[in-house]
């Protein structure tokens, strides 16, 4: 059946490729807020390594990246939107164009791992994307200042798998999850006889992640004696917060919030954290 599939694809032209690796991109998203479906999502992965081996060359590689990446990127980021609807009658029609560009720039960190991958022997290449998509989204959380949204470990948020991220940080989570689809795509592309020992192995590395991230989490009694996090939010309406007569009210009532003393069962705080935009100056 994976045969024939792989057959059709093989007969399809460029367009209608770019068009399954966006459609797989956006299944991916689905393990993003405010959706929060880790399994589709894990199965639009698979998806997108498939995709990824059945391109036709080093251009087609890089195209099923730039695909993925858009059409997930265009969904999970799609909230960049917003902002643009405050004022829309004079900054509405910018929105769609931020998105795009948004997405499409992203995707082309997507693009280059894909591309990168491609140079690789057949038989290794899946797993030499694995590496590169892993340090694609390392450089896309730090260059330019990063933009770390949205990771591709992310997708376990609504599950304990999540938990992982406390022992091995966000990247190693995504290292291992790109690891158990590409070892999944692998048992998919080849035969009966040879395809038992990768299912049996990213089977076995998706049990360590569920199970494992079920043992990790903490009983509730622990919590008792750990730092303590004050998040600042001064309530400022929006038509008000960049009116400078203004600034001075919300910026004493962040202050005062700051000073405030603790909740009786609770520790001093340890870290404060203020929004992005206290203080309303370049």
Do not use: C
């Amino acid at each position: 059946m994976l045969d024939v599939a792989r057959r059709r694809l093989d007969g399809l032209p460029g367009w209608a490729r770019l068009t399954l690796a966006v459609a797989a991109g956006a299944v991916m998203g689905f393990g993003q807020a405010p959706f929060d479906l880790p399994w589709p999502a894990f199965a639009g992965l698979v998806a997108a390594f498939l995709l990824f081996d059945a391109a036709r060359g080093t251009r087609g590689a890089l195209a099923a990246g730039w695909g993925v990446g858009l059409g997930y990127f265009g969904l999970v980021l799609s909230w960049v939107v917003e902002p643009f609807q405050v004022d829309a009658v004079t900054t509405g029609w910018m929105a769609p164009f931020a998105l795009f560009f948004l997405a499409a720039g992203l995707a082309l960190f997507w693009a280059l791992a894909f591309w990168g991958a491609a140079q690789v022997r057949r038989r290794r290449r899946l797993f030499a994307l694995v590496v590169l998509w892993a340090t694609a989204e390392l450089a896309r959380a730090y260059l330019f200042t990063g933009f770390p949204w949205a990771m591709v470990g992310s997708l376990w948020t609504p599950v304990d798998a999540i938990q992982w991220v406390a022992v091995i940080g966000p990247h190693g989570l995504t290292f291992v999850t790109l690891g158990a689809a590409a070892l999944l795509a692998v048992a998919l592309r080849g035969g009966a006889a040879k395809a038992w020992r990768p299912a049996l192995a990213g089977g076995a590395l998706l049990a360590v992640l569920v199970f494992g991230g079920m043992a990790l989490v903490p009983p509730l009694q622990d919590l008792d004696g750990r730092p303590v996090v004050r998040l600042v939010q001064p309530n400022a309406p929006q038509r008000q917060k960049w009116d400078p007569a203004w600034v001075p009210t919300f910026f004493d009532r962040q202050v005062e919030f700051t000073a405030a003393p603790s909740h009786q069962d609770l520790a001093r705080p340890a870290l404060t954290v203020w929004p992005e935009t206290a203080l309303p100056m370049l």
